[in-house]
């Protein structure tokens, strides 16, 4: 009896110890999962923020959210705070998810997602309100600005958060402007400033402003287009080269300017067109139908815009008809055995452009000339020197040493007897 008792007892005993390990396992293993776990959020302002708060073991103990202002949003399933832009979204043992709606920079910070237990367990998650930027907006366009001014264009942007970057461009090319940066409560007006100095190149160019930010996919952009008023310059462009006699003539004003300067005035030699029947003014254009020799002079065309006034002169030569043209040409030929050279000029002259000679190829011809010049010389000195000498004889020798002229007379014929001696001699 005593033995069986005793075996009961030690049953006992290892079964307490058995139920007792098991306990403390399963409790470690509950307060170990009993842990809030949450994440921080980032959203633009105006979308919508979901805060999630859940736990990998739970015994049914509650969960809660607080906002940074430590007020109670939702307590399990129960809603605290009467804000209809906050609504749950799911409540569990394990799981507490609420949305805010509409977010706004004011709901920004840390949030408290808490639980129950003895003690309360408590783990944060920060809400991040980005602020969108406002759309650019471009400041101190003059129209029209005038060549000379100092303008300054400012591009403002309000309400980014953090601060938004501005960029410039002229046309497509990135310039540097002045940034300036002030908070406004929890955002910031972004102002940007690009001075200079109109001239007239600046004339149609596209000024734009880009702001970029986090928020954005792809930046706000506003485009200014300059306009810029100078005063005119005027040139005067020709149709040839080389008038000549009989041709159609044409002389164009070409002008630059802002307002376009008009109307073009045309004359010639400070006077009127003398002949206007063969003077034809359209335009910018003066048209001479038939040239003659009376058409020489200096003509001028003149226009003007309420900046100024500006003029150009051409003055004009009419050559004759026979003048050397298309089928005529200079050539070089040498005579002599060692050179054998020709340079044709066989190209009409106004064929070489409509708006002046062509230097290249009159530089070309110079040279040409000037070379062909240079080997003649070289080549006529080299002949010159090979048949350069004196020409010597015996005929008259001792005729110097005679006292008289009879006696050299009869010495120089006393010489004809050694005439198979006589001999050239070429220094």
Not at 75 to 102: Q, T, Y
Request: hydrophobic residues 35%; aromatic residues 8%; negative net charge.
């Amino acid at each position: 009896m005593i033995v069986k008792r005793n075996l009961i007892f030690i049953l006992y005993s290892l079964c307490s110890s058995v139920f007792k390990v098991a306990g403390t396992k399963s409790k470690a293993k509950g307060s170990q999962g009993q842990f809030p776990i949450t994440q921080n959020v980032t959203v633009v302002e105006g979308a919508t923020a979901n805060m999630t708060c859940r736990v990998d073991y739970n015994d049914n103990t509650s969960l809660q959210w607080s906002n940074p202002a430590q007020q109670t949003l939702f307590f399990g399933d129960k809603k605290a705070l009467r804000d209809h832009r906050i609504e749950l979204v799911r409540a569990s043992s394990k799981e507490l998810i609420i949305r805010i709606s509409d977010v706004s920079l004011s709901d920004e910070g840390q949030y408290t997602c808490s639980l129950f237990t003895m003690p309360v367990k408590t783990t944060k998650a920060f809400l991040t309100v980005l602020g969108v930027p406002g759309r650019p907006e471009i400041t101190g366009f003059t129209k029209p600005a005038m060549e000379g001014d100092v303008i300054t264009l400012t591009c403002n942007t309000l309400g980014s958060k953090p601060a938004a970057n501005i960029r410039w461009f002229r046309n497509d090319k990135e310039v540097q402007g002045t940034k300036e940066v002030n908070a406004t409560g929890k955002s910031f007006t972004v102002r940007s400033s690009l001075q200079f100095k109109v001239d007239r190149r600046d004339d149609g160019v596209a000024y734009t402003c880009s702001v970029e930010h986090v928020s954005l996919l792809n930046p706000y952009m506003t485009t200014e287009v300059l306009e810029v008023h100078y005063a005119p310059h005027l040139e005067i462009t020709h149709s040839l080269i080389i008038p000549q006699e009989g041709q159609y003539f044409k002389l164009e004003c070409v002008s630059i300017g802002n307002p376009i300067p008009e109307p073009v005035l045309w004359s010639k030699d400070g006077g009127e067109l003398p002949d206007i029947e063969r003077m034809i003014v359209e335009g910018r254009e003066l048209t001479i139908t038939t040239l003659n020799k009376t058409d020489n002079g200096t003509y001028r065309c003149e226009a003007s815009n309420h900046l100024g006034t500006s003029s150009a002169e051409y003055i004009l030569f009419v050559y004759a008809k026979d003048f050397p043209g298309p089928t005529t040409g200079v050539s070089f030929v040498s005579t002599f055995p060692s050179i054998s050279l020709c340079l044709c000029l066989g190209t009409d002259p106004n064929a070489l452009g409509q708006h002046g000679p062509d230097h290249a190829l009159i530089g070309g011809v110079v040279a040409v000339v000037v070379f062909i010049t240079l080997c003649l010389i070289i080549v006529l000195g080299r002949y010159l020197a090979r048949h350069k000498g004196t020409y010597l004889t015996h005929e008259a020798k001792g005729a110097e040493d005679a006292p008289d002229a009879d006696t050299a007379i009869i010495n120089a014929e006393g010489n004809h007897v050694h005439a198979e001696e006589k001999k050239e001699y070429f220094i």
